[in-house]
């Protein structure tokens, strides 16, 4: 059961994570064509487009990515269905269908945030680390382009000490504490 749900988790993070980071991509005007832009759109293509093409045109022509973003959306609660019925299906203590329900949009909106949170993290840590090894790198610049929005804040706060950025070291941290308070 511990590695079906971990499959589950697995595969639902890497399609989430992916719709989120094409929304995210498309909102800063981003070029898709380059890394990680191809991997994300071979990895979502199959349900954006057709969320897309459902859109009203005002928001299908909007500067948000509302079929990325709805995408993300669908995938959570597909993932807080099978997840609820695997659950069931393998555990002895039944709840009413009401419970099961509202359980849902409670296990997608907390894959949604979980997932946003964690890709995040994941971008900082790709940024810290090509900045220290790889600094001329066209990678870095797609990265910069994508954490810069979340750091600009936290740079007001964190001064810059002995030459070395330490607001992404701060942002991280900050992440990491969101990430428990989670659960």
């Known amino acids: 059961m511990r590695v079906v749900m971990f499959l589950l988790d697995?595969?639902?993070?890497?399609?989430?994570?992916?719709?989120?980071?094409?929304?995210w991509m498309n909102?800063?005007?981003v070029d898709m064509l380059a890394q990680?832009?191809?991997?994300?759109?071979?990895m979502t293509?199959?349900?954006?487009r057709?969320?897309?093409?459902l859109l009203p045109l005002s928001l299908a022509q909007n500067r948000v990515d509302w079929g990325?973003?709805?995408a993300s959306a669908l995938l959570a609660l597909a993932y807080g269905g099978l997840w609820l019925m695997l659950t069931a299906a393998f555990s002895p203590v039944s709840a009413s269908s009401t419970a099961m329900l509202l359980a849902?949009?409670?296990?997608?909106?907390?894959l949604l945030l979980s997932t946003g949170l964690q890709l995040l993290l994941v971008l900082l840590l790709g940024y810290a680390v090509l900045s220290w090894i790889q600094p001329h790198s066209p990678l870095l610049e797609t990265l910069d382009r994508l954490c810069a929005p979340v750091l600009r804040p936290v740079r007001r706060f964190v001064p810059t000490i002995g030459g070395v950025d330490l607001s992404v070291l701060a942002l991280i941290v900050l992440l990491q504490v969101a990430l428990m308070m989670l659960g």
């Open 10 to 23: 697995t595969v639902f993070f890497f399609l989430v994570a992916s719709a989120l980071l094409r929304a």
């Open 27 to 29: 909102h800063l005007r």
């Open 36 to 42: 990680p832009g191809r991997f994300v759109i071979a």
């Open 45 to 48: 293509d199959w349900l954006v």
């Open 50 to 53: 057709p969320v897309h093409r």
């Open 68 to 70: 990325s973003l709805l």
């Open 104 to 110: 849902i949009p409670t296990l997608a909106i907390k």
